[in-house]
C-alpha cells in the first residue's frame, strides 16, 4: 500500500493516518498538509485504490480494515489519530474497533446515512452533490477514478452502501469526532451526530479539499485530549 507523509513529528503528539474516500486519494492532499503544520500526517491508500498495488482479489469493507490495521502494526509503534473521509469512514471505524494503535477516530463526512442506503437514493444525492462539485476537484479525482475502472467502482459502492458504519461504532473505545460539511447532501446532521462529538465545516461533503485548514483545530484539540 502506498502512504504519503507531511509534516514532522512532535513530542507528545500523535501522528495522523488518513483514509481516503472511494478510490480517490489526491484530493486530501491539502488537509493532509495542514495537519502537517502541526503533527506528521500520513495518506493511506487502500489495496488497488489511487496508488497503491492490486489485491488478490475484490476486497469487502472488513479486509479493507484489516490492511489498514496491518500497516498500523507495521509502521506506527505508538497510538495513531486515525482519520476518514467518506467511505474511509467506514473503513477506519472498523479498523478502531480492534486496533490497540489507535488512540482517537475521526470521521470526516461518514457515510454510509440510512437515508440514501438504497441504490437509487444514493445514486441520486451523489448527482446533485457532484453538480455543485468545483470542476478542479473532479479533475484531480478522474485520473484515479480512471485507474479504478468501472468494475471496481461498483463493487465499492455496493459494499460501502450496505456496510452499517454504527455496528463498528458500538465497538470503539477511544474518542470519537465526527466532522461534516454544512452543505453536505450525502450525510445529514441529524445521522451524524449519533455517530461522535460533532463540529461543522464549511464547504460540501469535500471540504476537506475546499477548506483544508477548518478541519485542522477540531482535530489538533482532539490530539491533545487523547495525548492526555
Do not use: K
Not at 96 to 108: C, D, K, P, Y
Amino acid at each position: 500500500m502506498r502512504s504519503r507523509t507531511l509534516g514532522t513529528p512532535r513530542p507528545g503528539v500523535p501522528e495522523i493516518v488518513l483514509v481516503p474516500g472511494l478510490a480517490v486519494a489526491d484530493y486530501l492532499l491539502p488537509g493532509l498538509a495542514a495537519w502537517g503544520e502541526w503533527t506528521r500526517a500520513h495518506l493511506l491508500e487502500l489495496p488497488g485504490q489511487a496508488g497503491s498495488g492490486e489485491p488478490p482479489y475484490e476486497l469487502s469493507v472488513a479486509e479493507y480494515s484489516r490492511a489498514v490495521t496491518g500497516w498500523l502494526a507495521a509502521h506506527r509503534p505508538d497510538p495513531v489519530i486515525l482519520a476518514g473521509h467518506s467511505s474511509g469512514t467506514q473503513v477506519v471505524a472498523e479498523a478502531a474497533a480492534g486496533a490497540a494503535e489507535v488512540a482517537g477516530l475521526v470521521l470526516a463526512g461518514p457515510m454510509t446515512d440510512p437515508a440514501v442506503r438504497g441504490r437509487f437514493p444514493l445514486a441520486a444525492r451523489w448527482a446533485v452533490e457532484g453538480l455543485t462539485q468545483p470542476p478542479a476537484l473532479t479533475a484531480t479525482q478522474a485520473t484515479e477514478w480512471w485507474r479504478a475502472g468501472p468494475r471496481r467502482l461498483t463493487h465499492l459502492v455496493g459494499i460501502h452502501r450496505r456496510h452499517r458504519i454504527e455496528d463498528p461504532l458500538r465497538r470503539v473505545t477511544v474518542p470519537v469526532l465526527v466532522l461534516r460539511g454544512r452543505r453536505d447532501r450525502l450525510c445529514s446532521a441529524a445521522w451524524t451526530r449519533r455517530l461522535g462529538r460533532q463540529v461543522e465545516m464549511p464547504g460540501a461533503h469535500c471540504f476537506p479539499w475546499s477548506h483544508p485548514h477548518a478541519w485542522s483545530e477540531p482535530v489538533r484539540q482532539l490530539a491533545a485530549l487523547v495525548s492526555r
